[in-house]
Each structure stands twice: as C-alpha cells, then as structure tokens.
C-alpha cells in the first residue's frame, strides 16, 4: 500500500512537471521563436498561452518594446580631414523575429554590437562626404536622414531589425584642436574688436567735426543777427537824437556840456575856474532856461 502511495505521488509529479513544461506564455511585451531540435518550426509565437513538446521543442523569448543603444564616441574625419569625436544613439525593434534569431541567436548585446558596426560604417563614410560646417549646422538633418536609410535597410534585411531613429548627441573636436580653435576664434573676435574701435573712433571724429562745423555756423550767424540788431538800434538812437537835437538845438548843446562836466569832474577833488563872462554862463541868462539845483 505504501509503495503503491509513493508510485501515486512520483507519476503525480511527473505529470505535473510535464504539464509546467508542456504549457509556457508569451507577453504582450514579448516575441518568441519555438525550436525543434534548435531548428525553427515556429518563427513568431502570438502573445498568449501555448504549448510545446518537453525534450524536443523550446522557447526562445526576445524583448519586443523598443531598445535604445547608446553608441561609444567614435572618431571621424570630415571631407576637408578634420577629426571630429562623435556620440550617437539609435532607437531599434525586433521586426522579423526569423532573421533576428538566425542573425543574432537572440542575444541582444550581439545585435546591438552588430547595429554599433554598421552605423560607424555609415557615419564614416557620411561624414567623409561633407564639410565640417555641413556636418556641425548646414546638412546635419540630412546626414541623418541618408544613415537612417541606408541602415534601415540593411539591418531589416540582415538582422531582422527596424530602426526607428538615429541621433548624434553631441560633435566635438579633440582636445588637441579645441584649444587651437578657441585660439583662433579668440583672436578673430580681438581682430574683429579692434576694427570696430577704430571704425567707432573715426564715427566719432565725423561727428564731432560736424558738431564743431555746426557750433561755428550757428554762432557765426547769431553774431551777424545781433550786428545787424545793433546797427539797426544804434541807426533807431541816433536817429532820436537827431529828433530832439532838431527841436532845440541850444538845450541840447548845454546837456551835452553838463554831461562832459560831470564825467570829467566825477573824482569829487577837481575845481573848475571860470570866468563870469565865460560862454557857460550864458545859458543861465537866457529867462526860458531854468537853472537846476
């Protein structure tokens, strides 16, 4: 009784072992190959429940969500051979689950070593076809686009694999040249300072010998204005004078002689002597004149 118990509970394991074995799942995320011997009779498996052979089929299982590699720096020469340290990146997916297998064996750092190549290859020779100022600005999006081409292509056809986007992160020179590069741009721009200096001084100059021609212009003008305002005021008092000279001749000849006086003699210490008979005491005879205190 006790014997046949263990034989119950030995063939109950093995069946539930060949079940577990019998019986796997593929997920959403994943894509699968079934295997005969290591000889595909299933090349891509639909997600869900499936079964298998034990001994003789087995399950190969791959990532089907996108898989992004990071490539190392490499470094390139430009059409004009300037060496230049670029860092790329590419997006890719299992397409073909078949040549993937056969390509790679599924192993994901063997395709993602087999991708590295061919895209150094391909930016290689692209950027051995341009410029660095095409490469760094003008035909960038364009090297990109032709990689992408021409690597979609082949690594469909080769790996099984589609690609989604290749980047370049980042292009710099090597040490060596940047500093001969800053350099050279540091003097450009003193060079480029200096002219301008130069140019703003010589502005400068133009504009203060306009300012100085303008300043003499302006003065010079304003002088004749005020000449000729002053003429026409002096030519205006003699011309009243004239008028009240003309009205009485003798008054005016005395004030004259009053106001000679009182210049000549403003110290306040001079005498003057006269003779009673003088001419000055000739308009104090005269009844129409009053004598001033």
């Given at each position: 009784?006790?014997?046949?118990?263990?034989?119950?509970?030995?063939v109950?394991?093995?069946?539930?072992?060949?079940?577990?074995?019998?019986?796997?799942?593929?997920?959403?995320?994943?894509?699968?190959?079934?295997?005969?011997?290591?000889?595909?009779?299933?090349?891509?498996?639909?997600?869900?429940?499936?079964?298998?052979?034990?001994?003789?089929?087995?399950?190969?299982?791959?990532?089907?969500?996108?898989?992004?590699?990071?490539?190392?720096?490499?470094?390139f020469?430009?059409?004009?051979?300037?060496?230049?340290?670029?860092?790329?990146?590419i997006?890719?997916?299992?397409?073909?689950?078949?040549?993937?297998?056969?390509?790679?064996?599924?192993d994901?750092?063997?395709?993602?070593s087999?991708?590295?190549?061919?895209?150094?290859?391909?930016?290689?020779?692209?950027?051995?076809?341009?410029?660095?100022?095409?490469?760094?600005?003008?035909?960038r999006?364009?090297?990109?686009d032709?990689?992408?081409?021409?690597?979609?292509?082949?690594?469909?056809?080769?790996?099984?694999?589609?690609?989604?986007?290749?980047?370049?992160?980042?292009?710099?020179?090597?040490?060596?040249v940047?500093a001969?590069?800053?350099?050279?741009?540091r003097?450009?721009?003193?060079?480029?300072?200096?002219?301008?200096?130069?140019?703003g001084?010589?502005?400068?100059?133009?504009?203060?010998?306009?300012?100085?021609?303008?300043?003499?212009?302006?003065?010079?003008?304003?002088?004749?204005?005020?000449?000729?305002?002053?003429?026409?005021?002096?030519?205006?008092?003699?011309?009243?004078?004239?008028n009240?000279?003309?009205?009485?001749?003798?008054?005016?000849?005395?004030?004259?002689?009053?106001?000679?006086?009182?210049?000549?003699?403003?110290?306040?210490?001079?005498?003057?002597?006269?003779?009673?008979?003088?001419?000055?005491?000739?308009?104090?005879?005269?009844?129409?004149?009053?004598?001033?205190?």
């Open positions: 009784m006790k014997s046949n118990s263990v034989f119950v509970l030995v109950a394991l093995v069946a539930v072992w060949l079940v577990s074995e019998s019986v796997y799942i593929v997920k959403e995320t994943e894509r699968a190959v079934k295997l005969r011997f290591g000889e595909i009779v299933q090349p891509d498996i639909p997600p869900g429940l499936h079964f298998k052979i034990p001994f003789v089929n087995t399950v190969k299982k791959f990532e089907a969500r996108l898989v992004t590699l990071d490539s190392r720096p490499q470094s020469l430009t059409l004009e051979a300037k060496r230049l340290i670029v860092d790329s990146f997006k890719w997916r299992i397409k073909d689950v078949e040549t993937y297998y056969t390509a790679t064996s599924g994901e750092n063997r395709a993602n087999l991708l590295s190549s061919r895209i150094e290859t391909n930016l290689r020779n692209q950027f051995g076809e341009r410029t660095l100022n095409q490469v760094v600005s003008g035909e999006e364009d090297l990109m032709e990689v992408n081409r021409a690597l979609s292509t082949v690594a469909e056809r080769e790996l099984g694999i589609e690609i989604l986007d290749i980047r370049i992160k980042r292009i710099d020179l090597p040490t060596e940047s001969s590069v800053y350099d050279r741009m003097s450009e721009r003193l060079r480029l300072a200096r002219e301008l200096r130069a140019r001084l010589e502005l400068a100059e133009g504009i203060r010998a306009d300012a100085d021609r303008q300043r003499t212009v302006i003065t010079a003008n304003a002088f004749s204005a005020a000449e000729i305002i002053r003429g026409e005021g002096d030519a205006e008092a003699a011309n009243i004078y004239a009240a000279f003309n009205q009485d001749q003798e008054f005016y000849s005395f004030v004259r002689s009053l106001n000679a006086y009182r210049e000549s003699f403003s110290g306040g210490g001079d005498i003057l002597v006269m003779e009673p008979n003088s001419e000055f005491f000739r308009f104090f005879q005269n009844p129409m004149v009053r004598p001033t205190n």
